[in-house]
């Protein structure tokens, strides 16, 4: 997302990231990898539930696609560390589009823990709705 932060500013749009963090640990985690646009924590997972964002199991890690994404993340030099305590390695994310009345234009629920969409899926809902 930070990648094309500058382009989805440009096309008129906010980025809103929420995190299942308590505040204290999404404080801490900000303070040394600042993000560009606001993130807010919600560790009763409302907003998760608002979106229907399930959790994976633990087969979908041994997946081949999701086995090579983590690996890619090593490669890149990322790597994995225990949980943190209010950490959950089961819960899904999504990412979503809202045009200006409130309407959703897009939905990614993630399906595992390497399910994105790609940067152009999310310019091109957030063109469709500038317009």
């Known amino acids: 997302m930070q990648k094309i932060s500058g382009e989805i500013e440009n096309l008129g749009g906010e980025v809103l990231v929420v995190s299942f963090a308590q505040p204290k640990t999404l404080a801490a985690h900000l303070a040394i990898a600042p993000q560009p646009f606001p993130v807010v924590a919600d560790p009763e997972r409302t907003a998760y539930a608002a ?13 081949p696609d999701v086995i090579w994404y983590f690996l890619r993340l090593i490669f890149r030099g990322w790597l994995p560390k225990k949980p943190r305590e209010d950490g959950d390695v089961w819960q899904l994310g999504g990412d979503f589009v809202i045009d200006r009345a409130g309407r959703l234009v897009h939905a990614h629920p993630s399906a ?8 152009a899926d999310l310019l091109q809902a957030l063109k469709t709705c500038a317009h």
């Open 51 to 63: 979106f229907a964002l399930g959790k994976t199991q633990m087969l979908s890690f041994f997946r």
């Open 112 to 119: 595992d823990a390497a399910d994105r969409p790609g940067n």
